[in-house]
T-cell receptor, first 108, second 112 residues
């Protein structure tokens, strides 16, 4: 089993809709989880981190963590065309492995 | 801090040549990671260092790849000899403790 799995997409949503991105992981001891965004031709950048079960909100972004199910998700409310990018889930542990990423397209 | 600095930004080389990619991590960060990104394989971890010591190099694809970190402010990734299938974007990233990783701008390598 791969360490971190994501839906590869592409995921297309209309402008203003909610985009839902999902990630599952196999490392039960990880305590922190990160979501990165990568625009085409650019390097990944951190947009959300979450450390405890439940929800964490930051502006239009909400990260949800369920350690028992080894599942973390990212919701983007009021999606904008500028949100079109690849979203990478990272389960740091020590070796900071990333999932394959989900490509999101927000259609005007 | 200027962030993670990689050089060169672009490299075009002929098959069989040696390629050296360079990285300067953020000052004070004790972890350094080398990744390779392609459309087919995504972002792959090649090797990472902790306090300048290589911890896990299981992602290094072949013996043609080697990485060093002679001090806390410099690391290299070397490919010798290079092959067309090594063409990819190579990222360096650094982190402090178990915090977020910060990425450099990457080196786009093309082997012809």
């Amino acid at each position: 089993q791969k360490e971190v799995e994501q839906n590869s997409g592409p995921l297309s949503v209309p402008e203003g809709a909610i985009a839902s991105l999902n990630c599952t992981y196999s490392d039960r001891v990880s305590q922190s989880f990160f979501w990165y965004r990568q625009y085409s031709g650019k390097s990944p950048e951190l947009i959300m981190s979450i450390y405890s079960n439940g929800d964490k909100e930051d502006g239009r972004f909400t990260a949800q963590l369920n350690k028992a199910s080894q599942y973390v998700s990212l919701l983007i409310r009021d999606s904008q065309p500028s949100d079109s990018a690849t979203y990478l889930c990272a389960v740091p542990a020590q070796n900071f492995v990333f999932g394959p990423g989900t490509r999101l397209s927000v259609l005007p | 801090d200027a962030g993670v600095i990689q050089s060169p930004r672009h490299e075009v080389t002929e098959m069989g040549q040696e390629v050296t990619l360079r990285c300067k991590p953020i000052s004070g960060h004790d972890y350094l990671f080398w990744y390779r990104q392609t459309m087919m394989r995504g972002l792959e971890l090649l090797i990472y260092f902790n306090n300048n010591v290589p911890i896990d190099d299981s992602g290094m694809p072949e013996d043609r790849f080697s990485a060093k970190m002679p001090n806390a402010s410099f690391s290299t990734l070397k490919i010798q000899p290079s092959e067309p299938r090594d063409s990819a974007v190579y990222f360096c990233a650094s982190r402090r403790d178990l915090g977020e990783a910060f990425f450099g701008q990457g080196t786009r390598l093309t082997v012809v």
